[in-house]
């Protein structure tokens, strides 16, 4: 836990999906709704105003209250010790009259007196408050008014004041009684006299605050009901003012979304005059200018394709003339002389090299006006493998490379259709043994799931930190200011990527400087199925980052990346297998998403620069971003390089 975290505790990453669970909808609709963001933030700071308010309007209330409370008991109070004093002395001086005290006969005397002072004092107050006499020493028992408990209901702290004081005291406390009636909240106040025999005791007033506290009751009530419906008042207020505002926006959102989708024809209803019209009607010419534009650059891009399409077709009758006589002139070439005779070997190597760019050109107007269709059949891919490792057998006899097959000792069966699976395999594989630098070639299967993988590695030049955003370019070169004297038509890498999006499948490519690339072919095992990962990791075990012996500065064993392609939902119920045009491409085509780029190791500031490539037949490679189930796969920032001279 100390070195690992949270992250690296099972049972705490489970508790945490657990609870985040049940909130990711209100998390998800908090994110995604304006309005709601501003009636609640409205809500919550109209509840803490109204809180503050009610906080202080019951202070001043309750204030005010106990002060009148407090100053009319203390009226109350000095008047009753006033007049207990004076009934006192009256006492004390009708039996000084008489010749004699009042506890010389019996100290019945004072208690009866003590009786008749209580009756008398709490007579006055019809119940607004109790009178409480005790004795300071306890001889006496104490008198009390209206069954109050005096020994529980006035406290010793205010007893203690009482008796080191000689002013009057006071004190809340609550009011206990001895029969069955519930205490209640009191004001005390209390005071020193004496008897008619001129001995101290203490005498107190009890002052309940029932009423006060009814009366706050009814304010604290007042107050929550207002409040509740001010807050109320305030959301319903918020909600209405921000709806007009994001009414518009929610609009001008859906119809942005359609725009996107194709239907350049949507506009915004504008109506008045003010900030929200003035955007509508800025939105309506921008879609109108974009619907002008998209339009100019279709009949462009249409026109291109056209005069593409007729040009290859036009092409084809007069190169096969020149075909037969290159042909003629090739046979002959021994009759020549050597100069003639180089010349007619060069103009048939130059013939080769037109008709496969012809050938390509016509294949890639056939994705372009979307008149490829898939025909998918069930196949063994080892069987397409071995036919174009058996193939590529004479180029890497001459280069001095060993194809390597791994994994074909199970099945590895596919919808797929077996031409362009096998064209594309042919593109990999040729251009792993002109790149690979004399080194062997390893070629892998592997199936799991619903999908199958096939991977090229090489161990040659690789690839350089920025190529691979661009190796799909059509008739795009690593090194522009080289001459193209190889084979290649340039065109290789983007037929191969629109036959692995013909089959809803990925093409996907690694390298590293110096450290050679991988490239995989993800397929579907069933047609129309959508993928979710791949079998094989996109970055080989045998790299540098996962060998941590990065010898250009980056970190030993670093942490890897991973692919971050959307899973596709699963469909109900697959159709019938049916050609597949090339205008249909995957939903989860990760060379579809913005910024797919590729994680290059920089190149060694020490190395030196590969070669020129000898010159031999090349096709085109590239890479898309990768998603797999495997945990040491890598993602779209791990990619290849494109060879030179396509």
Not at 68 to 79: E, L, M, P, Y
Not at 155 to 179: C, D, E, H, M, W
Not at 197 to 209: I, M, R, S, T
Not at 388 to 399: C, D, H, M, N
Request: overall charge positive; charged content about 25%.
């Amino acid at each position: 836990m100390l070195h690992g975290g949270i992250h690296n505790s099972p049972v705490l990453r489970l508790l945490l999906r657990w609870v985040r669970r049940p909130l990711l909808p209100l998390m998800r609709l908090w994110r995604r709704n304006i309005q709601l963001k501003v009636v609640a933030t409205t809500l919550l700071m109209s509840l803490g105003v109204v809180l503050l308010l009610g906080f202080v309007v019951i202070g001043q209330v309750r204030n005010g209250l106990l002060d009148a409370k407090v100053k009319a008991s203390q009226s109350q109070a000095t008047g009753g010790f006033a007049v207990a004093q004076q009934k006192a002395d009256e006492a004390a001086g009708a039996a000084a009259g008489d010749g004699t005290t009042v506890d010389g006969g019996s100290s019945q005397n004072v208690i009866q007196w003590m009786s008749e002072l209580v009756s008398s004092l709490s007579s006055g107050g019809q119940g607004a408050f109790d009178v409480v006499t005790l004795p300071p020493g306890g001889g006496r028992g104490p008198r009390a008014s209206g069954d109050v408990n005096p020994d529980k209901s006035i406290p010793q702290a205010l007893r203690t004041r009482v008796n080191t004081n000689t002013g009057a005291a006071q004190s809340y406390t609550r009011i206990v009684y001895f029969k069955d009636k519930e205490s209640q909240p009191a004001l005390v106040i209390g005071k020193q006299v004496n008897d008619p025999n001129d001995d101290p005791y203490e005498l107190y007033y009890l002052f309940p605050l029932t009423q006060e506290e009814k009366s706050l009751s009814l304010v604290k009530g007042t107050l929550a009901t207002a409040g509740l419906f001010v807050v109320v008042l305030l959301g319903a207020i918020a909600w209405l003012v921000v709806r007009q505002v994001v009414t518009p926006v929610r609009m001008a959102a859906g119809i942005a979304e359609r725009l996107s989708a194709g239907r350049l024809q949507e506009r915004m209803k504008v109506t008045g005059e003010d900030d929200i019209a003035r955007l509508g009607e800025a939105f309506n010419k921008m879609a109108q200018n974009l619907q002008l534009k998209i339009n100019q650059l279709e009949d462009l891009s249409r026109m291109q394709r056209r005069f593409v399409s007729d040009v290859s077709h036009e092409l084809r009758t007069p190169l096969t003339t020149v075909r037969m006589a290159a042909d003629v002139i090739h046979e002959a070439r021994e009759d020549f002389d050597p100069v003639t005779a180089r010349s007619a070997e060069l103009l048939a190597d130059q013939l080769d090299r037109f008709e496969s760019l012809l050938a390509d050109l016509l294949e890639i107007s056939r994705f372009d006006a979307g008149a490829a269709a898939l025909e998918a059949e069930p196949i063994d891919l080892r069987e397409v493998v071995r036919r174009v490792v058996s193939g590529a057998a004479p180029l890497a006899e001459r280069k001095g490379t060993t194809i390597r097959v791994l994994g074909d000792q199970q099945p590895v069966v596919a919808e797929a259709d077996a031409r362009r699976v096998e064209r594309v395999l042919r593109n990999l594989v040729v251009n792993a043994v002109e790149h690979g630098e004399g080194k062997d070639v390893i070629v892998k299967l592997a199936a799991a799931g619903g999908a199958v993988a096939v991977a090229v590695r090489d161990y040659g030049v690789g690839l350089k930190p920025g190529e691979a955003t661009r190796v799909f370019s059509r008739f795009w070169r690593a090194d522009p200011a080289r001459a193209r004297t190889t084979g290649g038509t340039g065109l290789g890498l983007s037929i191969a990527l629109e036959d692995a999006r013909l089959h809803g499948g990925w093409l996907q490519a690694w390298g590293e400087p110096g450290g050679g690339s991988q490239f995989r072919l993800t397929l579907p095992r069933t047609a129309d199925e959508p993928l979710r990962g791949s079998p094989i990791p996109l970055e080989p075990k045998d790299s540098r980052r996962n060998r941590g012996l990065n010898d250009a500065g980056l970190p030993r064993g670093g942490g890897e990346k991973s692919a971050t392609v959307p899973v596709q939902p699963a469909r109900e119920q697959r159709a019938p297998l049916t050609p597949r045009l090339a205008t249909v491409a995957p939903t989860a085509d990760p060379t579809a998403l913005p910024g797919n780029g590729a994680r290059v190791v920089p190149r060694p500031s020490s190395g030196a620069r590969p070669q020129d490539d000898p010159p031999a037949t090349r096709t085109a490679r590239g890479e898309i971003p990768d998603r797999t189930t495997d945990t040491g796969s890598d993602g779209p920032d791990e990619q290849g390089e494109a060879f030179r001279g396509r």
